[in-house]
């Protein structure tokens, strides 16, 4: 998370409170220490030498204390045994030094204190200025957010605008930019859902529209002559059969897209080879499709750990969208192998007709063909190759396309890495 203006200031507010503080206490320490030692060596070298070694000299088994004045800073101290002086001593001197130190050392201190504090104030009183000035900004900004008649501006332009159509807020008020702005995203991710889901049930209304309309065809075709001919009758039920086929394909399509948008379908991963995988699917569609030339490279086992059924889902679909466009006799190949990252890339490649270079981009999107004719005789609804991709933007992974006109066209399954 970021952190605001304020609380940068405050913190800046903190480490100069906390470093004035240290600085003060160090210095005024360190000048006490000075002082007091020079007081003491001061009046140690004042001392008599004599009074203590006269002291030392004497058997005293007794003494006595006498002062003779009681000002703090006149008084004289004398010391003797029991009967005898022993020695005379007057302090006033050395102690009137030392208060005078001490009192140089109280002002020298409070000066220190004061001078500290005064540049510690000073720092603080700019960072607060500071503070000031972005409280008193959003203090302003709220209020003429706020205001009743900007409220009511921006509720009645929101109120006309229409979510199905290409509108957006305009209120031409600098203050409420960023509002605008957040709601103009939300309006373009309406109108695209939107645009998105009429774009579909257009288009599955489309192709359930061509099959239906055939079925109810070849019914009548069977309704007036089919009962007295033979070859009619066995040609319409033929029709009606790959009609039902393609209609019930269809209809399976769609409800695993309607699924997949809703959240309804889950993968179950589980560890399995890649490698054995794709030789399945291999040795499928030669058994299914013995009109092409069905070829596969794949000789390392790739463990993987991922849904079984769904990735064969969508391998199934780009070996059948390549025989759909892959002339007869043509070559088909299956290649299984790692990246030079680690990554899992399973491509299909075909020998066919190739996609132009403008219809590359829209491939994976429901119900786009590029030549509808030929996917319609191909019995294609433009929605596998829109199942392949969601199902490897489940696992993480994308769909990667290389085509080139009249040559063929390779979609490569492409899974990421997985962490140990």
């Given at each position: 998370?970021?952190?605001?203006?304020?609380?940068v200031?405050?913190?800046?507010?903190?480490?100069?409170?906390?470093s004035?503080?240290?600085?003060?206490?160090?210095?005024?320490?360190?000048?006490?220490?000075?002082?007091?030692?020079?007081?003491?060596?001061?009046?140690?070298?004042?001392?008599?030498?004599?009074?203590?070694?006269?002291?030392?000299?004497?058997?005293?088994?007794?003494?006595?204390?006498?002062?003779?004045?009681?000002?703090?800073?006149?008084f004289?101290?004398?010391?003797?045994?029991?009967?005898?002086?022993v020695?005379?001593?007057?302090?006033?001197?050395?102690?009137?030094?030392?208060?005078?130190a001490?009192?140089?050392?109280?002002?020298?201190?409070g000066?220190?204190?004061?001078?500290?504090?005064?540049?510690?104030?000073?720092?603080?009183?700019?960072?607060?200025?500071?503070?000031?000035?972005?409280?008193?900004?959003?203090?302003?900004?709220?209020?003429?957010?706020?205001a009743?008649?900007?409220?009511?501006?921006l509720?009645?332009?929101i109120?006309?605008?229409?979510?199905?159509?290409?509108?957006?807020?305009?209120?031409?008020?600098?203050?409420?930019k960023?509002?605008?702005?957040?709601?103009?995203?939300?309006?373009?991710?309406?109108?695209?859902?939107?645009?998105?889901?009429?774009?579909?049930?257009?288009?599955?209304?489309?192709?359930?529209?061509?099959?239906?309309?055939?079925?109810?065809?070849?019914?009548?075709?069977?309704?007036?002559?089919?009962?007295?001919?033979?070859?009619?009758?066995?040609?319409?039920?033929?029709?009606?059969?790959?009609?039902a086929?393609?209609?019930?394909?269809?209809?399976?399509?769609?409800?695993?897209?309607?699924?997949?948008?809703?959240?309804?379908?889950?993968l179950?991963?589980?560890?399995?080879?890649?490698?054995?995988l794709?030789?399945?699917?291999?040795?499928?569609?030669?058994m299914?499709?013995?009109?092409?030339?069905?070829?596969?490279?794949?000789?390392?086992?790739?463990?993987?750990?991922?849904?079984?059924?769904?990735?064969?889902?969508?391998?199934?679909?780009?070996?059948?969208?390549?025989?759909?466009?892959?002339?007869?006799?043509?070559?088909?190949?299956?290649?299984?192998?790692?990246?030079?990252?680690?990554?899992?890339r399973i491509?299909?490649?075909?020998?066919?007709?190739?996609?132009?270079?403008?219809?590359?981009?829209?491939?994976f999107?429901?119900?786009?063909?590029?030549d509808?004719?030929?996917?319609?005789?191909?019995?294609?609804?433009?929605?596998?190759?829109?199942?392949?991709?969601w199902?490897?933007?489940?696992?993480?992974?994308?769909?990667?396309?290389?085509?080139?006109?009249?040559?063929?066209?390779?979609?490569?399954?492409?899974?990421?890495?997985?962490?140990?």
């Amino acid at each position: 998370m970021r952190e605001g203006k304020t609380g940068v200031a405050t913190r800046k507010i903190l480490a100069t409170q906390k470093s004035a503080m240290g600085w003060t206490l160090f210095l005024s320490n360190l000048l006490a220490l000075a002082l007091g030692l020079g007081c003491l060596a001061l009046y140690y070298m004042r001392l008599y030498a004599g009074s203590w070694a006269a002291l030392g000299e004497l058997d005293v088994t007794d003494f006595w204390l006498h002062v003779t004045s009681f000002d703090p800073l006149q008084f004289k101290l004398t010391l003797g045994a029991v009967g005898q002086r022993v020695q005379s001593y007057d302090v006033t001197e050395p102690l009137a030094v030392f208060s005078a130190a001490y009192v140089s050392f109280l002002v020298v201190q409070g000066l220190i204190s004061a001078i500290s504090g005064a540049i510690w104030r000073g720092r603080v009183r700019q960072h607060l200025r500071r503070l000031t000035s972005i409280a008193e900004e959003a203090r302003r900004l709220g209020q003429e957010a706020a205001a009743p008649k900007k409220v009511a501006h921006l509720q009645e332009a929101i109120g006309h605008i229409q979510p199905t159509e290409a509108e957006r807020l305009h209120v031409a008020d600098p203050d409420l930019k960023g509002l605008e702005n957040a709601i103009n995203d939300l309006l373009d991710r309406m109108q695209a859902a939107y645009s998105q889901q009429s774009r579909f049930v257009s288009d599955a209304s489309h192709e359930l529209r061509t099959p239906i309309a055939v079925l109810k065809g070849y019914a009548d075709l069977l309704e007036r002559w089919g009962k007295d001919d033979p070859q009619v009758r066995d040609e319409a039920i033929a029709a009606i059969q790959t009609e039902a086929g393609r209609m019930s394909r269809l209809v399976e399509q769609l409800l695993f897209l309607a699924r997949g948008d809703s959240g309804r379908t889950k993968l179950n991963p589980a560890p399995l080879d890649l490698t054995d995988l794709t030789r399945e699917v291999f040795e499928e569609s030669k058994m299914i499709d013995p009109d092409h030339v069905w070829l596969l490279e794949a000789a390392e086992p790739i463990a993987y750990t991922a849904d079984r059924d769904m990735l064969k889902q969508a391998m199934r679909i780009l070996a059948d969208n390549a025989a759909k466009y892959t002339p007869t006799g043509g070559e088909i190949r299956l290649r299984a192998a790692r990246g030079e990252e680690g990554e899992v890339r399973i491509a299909v490649q075909d020998t066919g007709m190739g996609i132009r270079a403008e219809d590359a981009p829209h491939v994976f999107q429901r119900f786009y063909r590029a030549d509808p004719a030929r996917s319609r005789q191909s019995g294609g609804a433009g929605l596998g190759l829109s199942i392949a991709s969601w199902i490897l933007s489940q696992h993480g992974g994308f769909l990667e396309v290389y085509s080139w006109e009249g040559v063929g066209s390779r979609f490569t399954m492409v899974l990421p890495k997985e962490d140990k």
